[in-house]
């Protein structure tokens, strides 16, 4: 089977038309006139043409969501657990199509693809669990005969806006955790990542039908950016989960909290690893290349910045130009690739735009930097990844670039210079030391050391697992998604306190007698 072929038949397995409807529910299609075309990276080749939704469109999903929450936040959690293990079966059964759908929309390697894919079933085998695990706490009250306890509701409508890079794993973080907490959610996929969406709400909705729940549990539509702004501004989406640019992330946020709502918000990521003179530096290059280029320097977590102790520093960077002068950057459905495309035209040109910028600022450039045109896919949207040595203080540094372009700075002295580098962005999602001294591992977990959401030893800044809970501080946002106890982000807390006596006994020894 072709490449061409292989499209056409995972398009009708997940039921993906030449024409797509603008918004999806369990068994419910909603039309539009407006439209847009999604193309592959890989080549350029249309892929299939998506209905945006329209405002009457979103109300209807609205109220179906409404009228479904009622019922599914009465079904017993465990029992909603049970759904949710049928989901992550079903989409064992199709992971591999899923993954390489996923791989021909955005250009990520198939291994990646289908990793993302693997992600949503360990979402699923998680939330199973939970279902029997949303514990609250029981308090001793100061009052005699009186208990105190605490337990958690869910919130109702979750809003979900998801980003290209990771078109289906961060839904799942969101609406599957959500599911499990009793609540029903509205998803608006990137519009850069239409047709992954539209395969999941397929896998979902099968599994719904067949256990006769209603509409509305899980739903979807298509739009630009600002339609995004629907739900921010909707008082009946109690709350937005949103991933993507910081920029975007500022408007999302400006617009729930002028409604007094709640967010969850997983933005930019400008992530560094430090190299120590303790490092396995082996082991440091392995950690570094993957982060620097897996998914062609398109994740939140990929690495962005390098901070090399100057005493291994020019090894480092002997064997990083080294083996970036041998990165297979091609087809990703390719086995041999390493590296695949970026998402489209506006991204490759912005990896040439900011190299340019950051030459200009003093950085000097070592490796890649240019387009690619890979035989047989001319038309596609590859670079070749980039090196660039730079000051820790040039402006570059304190952006996020969407792109394979990673930012080398040397630095002298001790840990806490290179932490000092570290913490001196404005993003504070992942980072990563590499070391064999326990002083230096330490010094960089404590409250000394990293400032960011995640902080790792002797491993990259990527490859999160879902039973860790992701996310970051400062301008990443603070929200917390996935694993640990990331669901009661999606529950409302509430104390109760139960008198069991026949006095009525006041806190902090009050008295009213009356």
């Known amino acids: 089977m072709n490449q061409q072929e292989k499209i056409v038949a995972i398009k009708k397995v997940f039921q993906i038309e030449e024409r797509n409807s603008a918004a999806l529910s369990t ?48 079904v017993p959690s465990p029992q909603r657990g049970e759904v949710i293990r049928q989901i992550g079966e079903a989409f064992r059964l199709e992971k591999e199509e899923l993954g390489t759908l996923i791989s ?37 009250s100061e009052r005699p005969e009186h208990r105190m306890y605490e337990q958690y509701h869910p919130l109702g409508i979750v809003g979900i806006i998801s980003a290209f890079n990771f078109p289906a794993a961060v839904w799942s973080w969101n609406a599957i955790i959500a599911a499990v907490c009793g609540n029903v959610s509205i998803w608006k996929p990137s519009e850069k990542a239409p ?62 909290a002028g409604r007094l709502g709640k967010t969850l918000l997983e933005l930019g990521g400008n992530n560094a690893i430090i190299v120590t003179e303790n490092s396995n530096i082996e082991m440091a290059v392995r950690a570094i290349v993957f982060g620097a280029v897996g998914t062609a320097g398109q994740r ?35 086995s041999k690739s390493l590296v695949g495309p970026l998402i489209d035209p506006a991204a490759v040109d912005m990896f040439e735009q900011r190299i340019a910028l950051a030459q200009k600022e003093g950085a000097i450039l070592l490796a890649g930097g240019t387009k690619y045109k890979p035989a047989g896919f001319e038309n596609g949207m590859y670079v070749m990844p980039a090196i660039l040595e730079a000051t820790s203080n040039i402006a ?36 990563a030391i590499f070391t064999n001294n326990m002083h230096q591992m330490e010094v960089f977990l404590s409250n000394k050391g990293s400032d960011c959401g995640i902080a790792n030893v002797n491993i990259g800044t990527s490859g999160a697992e879902i039973g860790g809970a992701f996310g970051g501080e400062k301008e990443t946002g603070g929200g917390r998604e996935s694993g640990s106890d990331s669901w009661k982000a999606y529950m409302r807390r509430q104390t109760n306190t139960i008198n069991y006596g026949n006095t009525l006994p006041l806190a902090q020894g009050i008295r009213f007698d009356l």
């Not at 198939?110 to 939330?127: N, R, T, Y």
């Not at 979902?204 to 298509?222: A, C, D, Q, R, T």
């Not at 910045?305 to 950057?329: E, F, N, P």
């Not at 372009?405 to 000092?420: C, P, R, S, W």
């Open 396 to 431: 570059s540094l304190q952006e996020e670039t969407f792109a394979p372009i990673l930012y080398v700075t040397k630095y002298k002295g001790d840990v806490h210079e290179a932490i000092k580098i570290n913490n001196n962005v404005r993003q504070g999602l992942s980072s």
């Open 195 to 256: 047709l992954s969406a539209i395969a999941c709400q397929h896998i979902v909705s099968n599994v719904l039908i067949k256990n006769k729940l209603p509409e509305g549990i899980f739903s979807l539509y298509h739009g630009a950016a600002d339609q995004g702004s629907w739900m921010a501004e909707d008082e009946r989406v109690a709350l937005v989960s949103a991933t993507g640019s910081v920029a975007m992330g500022k408007k999302v946020n400006k617009l729930v």
């Open 104 to 140: 021909i929309e955005t250009g990520k390697l198939l291994q990646e693809g289908l990793g993302e894919a693997q992600e949503i079933i360990d979402v699923c085998d998680f939330a199973v669990g939970l279902s029997r695990q949303l514990y609250g706490l029981t308090m001793h």
């Open 27 to 74: 068994s419910k299609k909603w039309k539009s006139n407006n439209t847009f075309v999604k193309h592959s990276p890989i080549d350029n080749s249309r892929l299939a043409e998506v209905e945006y939704a329209d405002k009457k469109t979103y109300d209807e999903l609205i109220d179906d969501a409404q009228k479904a929450f009622i019922i599914w936040s009465a």
């Open 300 to 334: 939140c977590t990929t690495t962005r910045r390098l901070i090399v102790h100057d005493s291994v520093y020019d090894i480092i960077l002997a064997k990083l130009k080294h083996i970036y002068g041998q990165l297979t950057v091609g087809n990703p459905l390719d």
